[in-house]
């Protein structure tokens, strides 16, 4: 048996000012290594920080020389105030000027296949994913990656405090939610089982339990295109959301969601915006406009003819885009009644005109970020419209049991992390903005 005692301080963040002119110990490894004739500048990557450290070569254990960039390291040294002006580095007041360096492990190869410390590593898509142990290391990569945490970390505190309970959904599953023909198909012991498409059903069986719910958590798309804008494999921002009176009311929950994830990658990911050159959107009044309106607007402005589609084409998206931060001063657009023909079985539809549905999308810089609406929540109207579709209900037998025993009227929506995460940090393919790719092609690392 051993007891220990119960530690408490086990945060990274450091209180420079307090620690100024103090002698601090810090681990953590060698993001960047420049050796001078004095000395040399460490840059050191710990979790929380990549700092600034000074060696004097005449006073110092190791020569600077003999050190390696990605060695493990633990270093001795009094907390300067500096100013900085490499936005790689944070933070930009403080330094460390070093005493004692202790190596903890240093990189088995000479070289690295790739070099991390360059200001940009300007490396083709396919180089950079399959070394991806090693770009993600670089200053710029890891940025993205913080922002992307942010925005998962907010998505969560925002909505449980207004009330969303988390929950984990299955991703074997017994059916795709969205229809059409992008599910993966999957062997389940004797039986054949999908990749989930989406949480759909499932987050809405759970309205029941909980009233409101959310989920972050990754979905299977077998997309057979290679575009810049679709993933095999992304993570769904989702939630559901009970006792509405409209989709209105998800639009709003939806607008303060974002204003929230916006404010807090200000506040805590100030470093990473600079290092990046981003400019966050504001989102200070909330701005709808009809699916054929937005097909009018491009016809007669732009002189495309889309008027017979019953989707978005992505042209539009990104001219509508322009046109409402123009015209009407937002970079978000939610355009709102897609036609029913393009939405799955349980969409309501708008009494007023069936050919609609009571649903939208959010269009930020010029893409779709976001599908959400109002479901159908009486057990009769699911009977109805998957008849009408030729769907079979005993197949979805055990999604509609929550709809027999009632259910309030609801509606929810998907945000993809990896699209917002793209459009904040301004990156060209998606898949930059996931840690791991999956591609038709890509199944590694
Ligand atoms: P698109 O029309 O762009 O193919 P979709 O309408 O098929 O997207 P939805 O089913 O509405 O996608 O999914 C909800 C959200 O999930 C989208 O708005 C988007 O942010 C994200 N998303 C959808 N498909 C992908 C994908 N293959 N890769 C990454 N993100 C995706
Ligand atoms: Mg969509």
């Not at 406009?289 to 491009?298: A, D, P, Q, R």
């Not at 509609?400 to 459009?423: K, V």
Request: aromatic share 10%; hydrophobic share 40%; with cysteine.
């Amino acid at each position: 048996m051993k007891e220990m005692e119960l530690k408490t301080n086990l945060g990274t963040e450091i209180d420079f000012n307090g620690l100024a002119e103090k002698e601090i110990e810090l681990t953590g490894m060698i993001q960047n290594l420049r050796v001078l004739a004095w000395g040399a500048f460490l840059i050191l990557r710990t979790p929380r920080y990549t700092i600034q450290t000074v060696i004097d070569a005449n006073n110092i254990n190791i020569p600077p020389s003999e050190l390696k960039v990605e060695s493990v390291v633990k270093i001795r040294g009094i907390v300067k105030t500096a100013k900085i002006k490499d936005k790689a580095i944070s933070p930009a007041d403080h330094e460390i000027h070093v005493s004692h360096i202790d190596v903890i492990s240093a990189p088995t190869l000479e070289a690295m296949p790739v070099d991390t410390t360059k200001k940009e590593m300007n490396l083709g898509l396919d180089t950079k994913f399959d070394l991806r142990p090693l770009t993600l290391r670089h200053t710029r990569e890891r940025a993205i990656f913080r922002i992307a945490a942010t925005i998962c970390m907010e998505f969560g505190n925002y909505l449980d405090s207004i009330g969303f309970t988390r929950i984990n959904s299955p991703k074997i599953v017994f059916a795709g939610a969205e229809g059409g023909a992008n599910v993966f198909k999957l062997e389940y012991f004797e039986r054949n089982a999908f990749l989930a498409q989406s949480p759909q059903f499932y987050k809405q069986m759970m309205v029941g339990v909980f009233g409101r719910v959310f989920e972050i958590g990754p979905v299977f798309r077998a997309e057979e295109h290679d575009t810049s804008r679709h993933l095999n494999e992304y993570i769904s921002l989702d939630f559901e959301m009970g006792f509405i009176d409209s989709f209105y009311d998800l639009i709003q929950v939806e607008a303060n969601l974002l204003r929230a994830i916006i404010a807090r990658i200000a506040k805590d990911c100030a470093a990473e915006v600079a290092l990046l050159g981003i400019t966050l959107p504001k989102l200070e009044k909330v701005v709808t406009v009809k699916f054929s309106e937005v097909h009018e607007i491009i016809f007669n402005e732009y002189k495309k003819d889309y008027r017979n589609e019953k989707d978005l084409a992505p042209e539009e998206e990104k001219l509508i885009s322009e046109y409402a931060l123009k015209n009407w001063d937002t970079e978000f657009l939610f355009v709102t009644h897609y036609p029913t023909v393009k939405r799955p079985f349980y969409a309501m539809e708008d009494p007023e005109n069936p050919e609609e549905t009571l649903s939208f999308d959010l269009l930020f810089r010029g893409m779709e970020i976001t599908t959400g609406g109002q479901r159908l929540h009486l057990l009769d109207t699911y009977l109805t419209k998957m008849k009408k579709l030729g769907m079979d209900p005993e197949a979805f037998e055990s999604y509609l049991q929550a709809f027999r025993y009632g259910m309030p009227p609801h509606g929810g929506l998907g945000l993809g992390l990896e699209r917002l995460t793209a459009m904040f940090c301004g990156l060209a393919n998606i898949k930059e903005a996931s840690l791991f790719p999956r591609d038709q092609k890509r199944l590694t690392p």
